[in-house]
Every structure is written in structure tokens, then in C-alpha cells.
């Protein structure tokens, strides 16, 4: 692996590892939580978002657009208010599910990138 290629995989995998360590024991009311007044992001808003950003990255480093189906699980970036969109009432257990597969495309796409067949990915 590249020392670009691994760096960026490393930072990536190792910030996922550790949102999973901190949120792992929430319970639902906690990841739904918008703080007083319900004025900022919840976690689970936050977390669908660092997925989205995430898949966003996958399909850059591709040269691609994001697949229409998963543009529609994942995104949008924000609303027409420019603000983190709302939480789709996930649980903790399908929020992983779905930032896992994002790490794991980009665990094989930088693999692949290393092997220089990027087109493939």
C-alpha cells in the first residue's frame, strides 16, 4: 500500500472503529437525541452522514458517480436548507450494517488502487 493510499484507509477505518466503540452501548432515545429545544444533529443524524461522506469518497477516488440506489440510501449531503438532513429513525444495529459496507467498499477499492486496476473497482 502506497503511504497515501494507506494513511487515508488508516484514518478512515480507524475513526469508524472508534464511533462504534463510543456509540455501541446507546439505546435509541440516545441516538435520536437532538439536545434541548430539538435544535442540533442527532447522533444517528451524524452517523448516516459520516457514511454518506464516506461512500462520497469511494466513488471519487473511482472517478465515478455514486450509484443512483445507494445515493438514495445514503445520501442527501444536506437538505435545501443546507442542513444535515434528518434521521431516518435507524437503529444502532442498521446504522453500522450500512457504514460498515462503505468501509468495506473502500477497504477494497484502495486495495485495488494499489494494484492499479481502479476502472475495476
Known amino acids: 500500500m502506497t503511504p497515501q493510499v494507506g494513511i487515508f484507509y488508516s ?4 475513526n469508524y472503529n472508534r464511533l462504534k466503540s463510543i456509540v ?29 461522506v464516506d461512500l462520497k469518497w469511494v466513488y471519487r477516488i ?10 438514495e440510501k445514503y445520501g442527501p449531503m ?3 436548507h443546507n442542513n ?9 444495529k442498521d446504522l453500522l ?3 460498515n459496507f462503505v468501509i468495506n467498499l473502500l477497504e477494497s477499492g484502495t486495495y485495488l488502487i494499489i494494484a492499479g486496476i481502479t ?3
Open 84 to 92: 444535515i438532513p434528518q434521521s431516518r429513525d435507524n437503529s444502532l
Open 24 to 52: 455501541q452501548d446507546m439505546q435509541q432515545s440516545e441516538l435520536d437525541y437532538k439536545g434541548p429545544d430539538h435544535k442540533y444533529n442527532s447522533t444517528s443524524q451524524l452517523i448516516r452522514h459520516l457514511s454518506y
Open 62 to 71: 473511482k472517478g465515478e458517480d455514486i450509484p443512483e440506489y445507494l445515493e
Open 97 to 99: 450494517a450500512d457504514y
Open 11 to 14: 484514518m478512515v477505518e480507524g
Open 78 to 80: 444536506v437538505d435545501k
Open 119 to 121: 476502472k475495476q473497482i
